[in-house]
């Protein structure tokens, strides 16, 4: 487990990362589940991925009550990461974004599935979350406890899903991992409508899909980390303490 | 009600936004009314949106007479600007651009209609202006009184309107918001492109892009414009006072 | 007439502002006619345009002899800017490049045509040039008088032309407008590729085309050409002296 | 033949180049074979292309075996590079990339072809391969002599090849040629997608391309090399000594 302050920067870095290489603009937001109490969360105050700073990170309940705010407005959506936590003991991180390629894939009936092995992370076939199916009309923004729980009903055991009309939503053990499958799900996307435009699409098969997660852990992980904390203009830390 | 000083800055600051963001490229302008009459209204003189520096912004009529010209070129558009302000009370500042993803909606029979909430505030449809409908062959710049009050009229009490083979104009109650609606517009024609190509498009529906519109204000907005200011490299300042 | 140091340092910028707005990249070249002598012209010796400096450029006879090479290796296809100088006493300016968006409607049936007011200025129809009609199997590149000559006489007096599988030339009366109609080529190529995806297009009509060129002076191509001055990290001149 | 030492920083800058060019992302790597051993090849050690320095650079048998590898993790794909070696002795640099538009052509059955001259040296038509054919369920990965030796058969006598869900590998008689090749190979593959989606394709002619391949030498080369160099931030050193 690392350390609190060693988790706290390492959120500031996810941001930043997400910024720098376009998957997040000035919304979209990544969490991580507290080391010392996995009945909380650290998640920024309202701000952009991209300015966010360490003093910005704040603690939160799973069911997204602020625990010291100091004057600090939340996140709206701050319900999305409580409904992963609660639901789901694997997660310890969320990333939740507008990534733009993975729009059009949430708005229409194409589905997403992982076509290049960088991207088998995303997971067999990413499902696509309704708000208004059982919300109605709303400003399709996750602003309750109940509907980051239907939210994680819809994500089920995967480590990704569509939002019509919004967005994404990331959840994996760690925040590198949760970077490297936000990043990897925008590339996908983007190769994917390229690719429909040629023709019938060769997949990855299930088990390619397979193999490929199960070999993606530090090595793979650090190599970009490493590439996208200087990109990022931020410090790299080989291990987290 | 902003002092003027400080809503200069805001002019500047909105250009450069513009600018960096890739709205508007050496051509496009934003204007806002005075704080203090409510006849007159603030636009740079001629100069390409990135170099605009406080003392280019000069004051002008409705009509688009120059208050005190100095020497100083003004655009040949302005007419744009006046004829909102003079139609729409409610609007306190005007973007015209000829960003890129929107210029294929205005020569298409396709409709630009919201897709994702960040755009719900282009309206639930945009309509189109043709010059040519009433002026026949022209340079496509609104260069007098007459065609800036028929685009005034053909944008009706909306926020955004297509000009057919020449770009956008956006009206909006402040800068921010005509900023922010400008960058999405530009958002939602770009995914809408993608998606069509996909498919049947699942759009906002009418109640949820209400929704979206009531609750859009200074808490998202400004989150936006303080990272937009922080990349075109300008101050932000939280409130206007 | 610009003083042929003056017309150096645009020559460099020129180049400059090509490659840094990707119209070029460490191909293409951009030429001027001599101030002094119309019998000659200026061209950088064979060198990325975004490296380009002052020493670089070389003087030209019209059949493309260097006149002082002091040892700088030409660029092979120095016959373009020739054949169009003297075919056409009316340019003093060409830019040859291989502009991304124009490449496949050089290669495929589509005609080229202006959509959006800024582009007026590429032509009513953007004309192809095939060298393999005349000249059969070669590098595709112009590398003699008669390919040359041959080019300038499919360019008519149009101010720019296609190359199958190459690229395409621009020609005009100095080489901010050069540059300008190069700039608004790629755009327009860019934009027509999305709009024809959309379904029918309309075009500027033949009416509104020259209405927007004989419209095209200093007051529009200075207020471009400070700003990729700046964008390019180099000195904006106001007036050619 | 170049100095062991001059040599190291030209693949140090062979992978800048490709980073910065958007040809690699944080994975893909470049080779060059040892200047005074043939059955030897020098990589990096496992590490984002855009951080690589000289310290990185390894040395291996054929065979991938690290021959002083002090504690640096090798890349696991080094097969790539060895079977090319093996069988193929015209070549000394090898490029392995997930060059984004070329992703498309592997998993569909349009094949990539040559339709700029730029671009001739990619092949009269790219061959993909298939690791599903011969090694069914993998993560996809070059990770065995028996892979590499399969890959360096399916590329035959050809500049570069296509790895269906992977990417792409370029084979050339230096690192100057092969990055060239991976970069146009990019470029062709994202024209070739544009093309397409307006109707048949003119591609280059079998003689068209043979005549520019055999005119690709230092002159072309080096006035991109120069270039893409300055604009990575690395020196350019005009001649290998």
Same mark, same amino acid.
């Given at each position: 487990?690392?350390?609190?302050?060693m988790l706290l920067e390492e959120i500031v870095t996810a941001n930043r990362i997400l910024a720098h290489e376009g998957v997040v603009d000035s919304f979209g937001h990544v969490s991580a589940r507290h080391p010392d109490n996995p009945k909380r969360f650290l998640l920024s105050r309202a701000r952009a991925p991209e300015r966010i700073?360490?003093?910005?990170?704040?603690?939160?309940?799973? %069911?997204?009550? +602020?625990?010291?705010?100091?004057?600090?407005?939340p996140?709206?959506?701050?319900? #999305?990461?409580? !409904?992963?936590? %609660?639901?789901? +003991?694997?997660?310890?991180?969320?990333?939740?974004?507008?990534?733009?390629?993975? #729009?059009?894939? !949430?708005?229409? %009936?194409?589905?997403?599935?992982?076509?290049l092995h960088m991207c088998a992370n995303i997971?067999?076939?990413?499902p696509t979350w309704d708000s208004h199916d059982k919300f109605g009309d709303t400003a399709l923004l996750v602003e309750s406890v109940d509907m980051g729980r239907d939210l994680a009903l819809a994500i089920g055991s995967g480590p990704s899903i569509l939002m019509r009309g919004h967005g994404a939503t990331v959840a994996a053990s760690n925040a590198r991992h949760a970077v490297f499958i936000s990043i990897y799900l925008e590339v996908n996307a983007k190769l994917q409508m390229q690719a429909m435009a040629l023709g019938d699409i060769?997949?990855?098969?299930?088990?390619?899909?397979?193999?490929?997660?199960?070999?993606?852990?530090?090595?793979?992980?650090?190599?970009?980390?490493?590439?996208?904390?200087?990109?990022a203009g931020r410090p790299y830390q080989a291990e987290l303490a």
């Open positions: 487990m690392p350390s609190l302050d700073e360490k003093d910005d990170i704040m603690e939160f309940t799973l %069911e997204g009550d +602020p625990v010291d705010a100091r004057g600090r407005a996140y709206l959506e701050r319900f #999305i990461h409580g !409904g992963l936590y %609660e639901a789901r +003991p694997d997660v310890h991180s969320v990333v939740h974004n507008h990534s733009p390629s993975v #729009i059009p894939f !949430g708005i229409t %009936e194409r589905k997403l599935k992982p076509l997971g067999h076939e990413v060769k997949f990855l098969t299930p088990g390619e899909a397979d193999k490929v997660i199960s070999r993606t852990g530090p090595y793979t992980l650090n190599r970009a980390w490493e590439n996208w904390c200087r990109r």
